[in-house]
T-cell receptor, first 112, second 116 residues
Framework: GENVEQHPSTLSVQEGDSAVIKCTYSDSASNYFPWYKQELGKGPQLIIDIRSNVGEKKDQRIAVTLNKTAKHFSLHITETQPEDSAVYFCAASKNTGNQFYFGTGTSLTVIP | GAVVSQHPSWVICKSGTSVKIECRSLDFQATTMFWYRQFPKQSLMLMATSNEGSKATYEQGVEKDKFLINHASLTLSTLTVTSAHPEDSSFYIC????????????FGDGTRLSIL
């Protein structure tokens, strides 16, 4: 089966700085990679996703890059704000509707 | 956008009680819903895949008779924790996907279950 690893487990950055979270996956058949943000006591919220036919996708301050050859993908948050503080999960799946394999999560703290 | 509603958000009950958690897709039809369990500061662990009109598919190690799943309509799936014990205390989260609009999975806000 698929194995998704995520690093770092915790990350602290100063407000305004950038944050990068990295994930690797094992199954070359995986072709869909979403990122979720989870705030305390809430369910995960989709913030950005990327499919295997694209190398990079950007949405305002958030971007995701994918390297299919190396089987890794990363989340980049620029100009971080305190409200970006949360736990972020990466995931991999074969198509959007199939089972997601989640990373272990990164607790991001943005220090004002 | 797609909205998934989960109810209740928080439940406390005595050991031995059965607890039902509902997951509804509010503005789309979901032929498939997923149920996850999350322990504090850990990732989401898939428990089962719920398919409308058929039996759920359980992940290895998840007791079917303990965690009953019913997906009787295109907008509702339920998870019943039968004869709950303190070790069943956890955060349970469902997700659903709008296949018609080819949207990715959207998650409910979870149910915090505490068994005394």
């Amino acid at each position: 089966g698929e194995n998704v690893e995520q690093h770092p487990s915790t990350l602290s950055v100063q407000e305004g700085d950038s944050a990068v979270i990295k994930c690797t996956y094992s199954d070359s058949a995986s072709n869909y990679f979403p990122w979720y943000k989870q705030e305390l006591g809430k369910g995960p919220q989709l913030i950005i996703d990327i499919r295997s036919n694209v190398g990079e996708k950007k949405d305002q301050r958030i971007a995701v890059t994918l390297n299919k050859t190396a089987k890794h993908f990363s989340l980049h948050i620029t100009e971080t704000q305190p409200e970006d503080s949360a736990v972020y999960f990466c995931a991999a799946s074969k198509n959007t509707g199939n089972q997601f394999y989640f990373g272990t999560g990164t607790s991001l703290t943005v220090i004002p | 956008g797609a909205v998934v509603s989960q109810h209740p958000s928080w439940v406390i009950c005595k050991s031995g009680t059965s607890v039902k958690i509902e997951c509804r897709s509010l503005d789309f039809q979901a032929t498939t819903m997923f149920w996850y369990r999350q322990f504090p500061k850990q990732s989401l662990m898939l428990m089962a895949t719920s398919n409308e009109g058929s039996k759920a598919t359980y992940e290895q190690g998840v007791e079917k008779d303990k965690f009953l799943i019913n997906h009787a309509s295109l907008t509702l799936s339920t998870l019943t924790v039968t004869s709950a014990h303190p070790e069943d205390s956890s955060f349970y989260i469902c997700s659903a996907r709008d296949f018609v609009r080819n949207q990715p999975q959207h998650f409910g806000d979870g149910t915090r279950l505490s068994i005394l």
